[in-house]
């Protein structure tokens, strides 16, 4: 068997690879990127899920396929795929295609390295230091540490991880049932990632204490100085506050300044989760939203979500400056960080986190960046603003659409009051039959293809939607047809 | 501000956008594909950091720059970047190019979205499943459930917090205080995310008892039973079992059938981390290497190593039938995991994992699975194997080759002993001088560009290479070349 050719398929045969992946960039451009990014086209192809597995034939089977039928298969993928660049999907909190940002992703995959040591990604190394230095500088620090989690919600771990580590170094070796029992502090607008990871590292979820926020969503920073007051009572050592710029739902940012205060007076280590409120940064305008984050200890920003950088982008930032990071992480593995090297081995970074290897994710927010500039990217973030505040406006001129309050964000919440509710709001049971309605019409606009928009309850509000203004393609007649189409969708509700 | 145009840039410009894409796929393909896998190129191109720096003209700065500027910024990532695609990187678990993966990592990229509901990520959810229940059905299991983690530490971790929740479910919400102490039981030889992974979780790398193992890397079930007594009679409560198939270094099987008589007799979850050799199971010849895994709890099984998928494909598949997963993980964000919605929210399995959001990381395995079949898959599976063993005898046949020990599977561990070491093995300081010859000739490979191939120590064994043979375009000429490229490096030595 070991003879001296390679193998049928197309391992070596440079000709047939290339023709392959030149027919399916094709594909891509078509369908994804021309298609997919079009107004005249549908946001999505709805399918019931037993008539799509169908439809894709999804089966793995003993035999190989034809180039044909792959290439066929490609182009079913994307056509039942949901256009997340589309100038109407309003879903989540990520939107777009930036053709820089992608450019970088498609790079990135064509070299498939990992981000552990310099040895293998000498490039990479040295780009995710320059990104996070930038980053850093952006929230006010000249210094500091840093590393880019595959997601917020990992982000957001590490930083709790860090902290217990910080204030007790022995739990990385002796557990935490060595410890006393800790609290960590979150507002009740924080994303659920706090109480995910509270029970992934131990914790337990009975141990973050969730403070309370105002009308706006931000939180109420003598609630937390009470919440603090309690747990010390209680006998359990709080250590960390979790602040919010841009909360989920809301898009509310947490006074950091007071927040700050709070900290630096019991001595807690201070996270802001920035994950999508990060990207403001940029503005000089609309920076101020997260005045005090140079106070931080630890800040989680996504450019994935408002810079469109592409899933997934997200740093967690430190001002620490020393090497706490690989001094919480590390297990110098002798086969991978060789202190023998002929460089230096401070470069392998990849002892600085609880993976081992580690995707390339600088590469994609680096190109976009160099292409757009501070200046370019600040633009993306003060139109979408901008956008939004239009968008809020043409609400407010509508029957029929009601705010659920006036935005600080990108986060737009309303309700649609269909016909046959307006002017009942003295009924009994219109907060019930308004609830129904976003279910409704979510469903009618997927199957029709021609937006999406997210809804949730909030406490005890019912369903709401929330429009989210980031795609930077976006145009006021994206938001003129958005409110048009509720309209049109909801008509005989 | 909020005018009707789109931003300048490229947002918005589809002749634009498509015109930079189609001039970067060019560079992607010459550079990265084309250049990139072929043996008359190198394989790296060094630079010391500063000076790379300075090439990579790294600074972010206010100004954006031209499109000529971008695609030559392309073109100097890809220049200094490792090409682990080339048939001489023989450094890591990972290596080769398969344009089937790449195509589906491509489509990936161009889609961008999450797969954490039905709603945006409606082929994935599919196809995710299907992928899943053919990584089970080849492990032996007829149900079950799984997940894709961002790498295979990960993995490891998710089954350690499974195990610890099935067996004290409290701990989600009380977290590890209230139990009492925990222990788990891995080989000397287990991947070092097992620590890292320990003391993430809380449970402190204390609680990882390592068990002997052999001198071909196996781990010793006598020590493991005796192990459990000694945890048990220190009052820990044993709970976990992570054998390794495959492991780091050596490449070795631990002898899962005496494991799983271990777990069974003493009640114990068995975990086995699979990231490196469960590929082996594609291979009706080879596959006897992991009998007994069907007995496993949990099975780590990394795609993107011997089947070439790209960085990340790290699947971690349960026997679990109970919803273990979402148990253990899900929080029900209403936000996102509405009960409202108009289709089968159990199709939302973004509430098993501990992210939000998360990278789609099964169409890469399951186009190229589709383009090969399981005959394919394990054709290349099986070449491999056979290449390896011409390997390992070509240096039996050489002077100056000493192997470290018979490879049961593809890591091939071997010392070059230079001229002046030869006959020499007597001399009191041989061992020492020994250990120093692979630093210098990974020094010499790297700055020539010619190859790469990690070396590490490894107990009281000083340094020796280990050369991963998994590219599947490696033919016995590049396992020649190897051989004679260490000689010619070598030879003043």
Known sequence: MADSEALPSLAGDSVAVEALLRAVFGVVVDEAIQKGTSASQKVCEWKEPEELKQLLDLELRSQGESQEQ???????????????GHPRFFNQLFSGLDPHALAGRIITESLNTSQYTYEIAPVFVLMEEEVLRKLRALVGWSSGDGIFCPG?????????????YQRYPDCKQRGLRTLPPLALFTSKECHYSIQKGAAFLGLGTDSVRVVKADERGKMVPD?????IGMAEAEGAVPFLVSATSGTTVLGAFDPLEAIADV????????????AWGGSVLLSQTHRHLLDGIQRADSVAWNPHKLLAAGLQCSALLLQDSSNLLKRCHGSQASYLFQQDKFYDVALDTGDKVVQCGRRVDCLKLWLMWKAQGDQGLERR???AFALARYLVEEIKKREGLEL????EFLNVCFWFVPPSLR??????????????VAPVLKERMVKEGSMMIGYQPHGPRGNFFRVVVANPALTCADMDFLLNELERLGQDL
């Open 152 to 164: 917020g919600s990992i982000s957001n771990m590490y930083a709790v991880n860090l902290a217990r």
């Open 423 to 436: 002017g009942k709001q003295d009924s009994p049971d219109y907060h019930q039959r308004l609830s129904k």
């Open 70 to 84: 792959i290439l066929e298969r490609c182009r079913a993928v994307i056509r039942y795929s949901v256009k997340t």
């Open 263 to 274: 900290c630096q007076r019991h001595g807690l280590w201070l996270h802001v989760d920035a």
């Open 381 to 383: 973030i003060d139109q």
């Open 404 to 407: 659920v309050m006036e935005p």
């Open 223 to 227: 609630d937390l100085e009470r919440q």
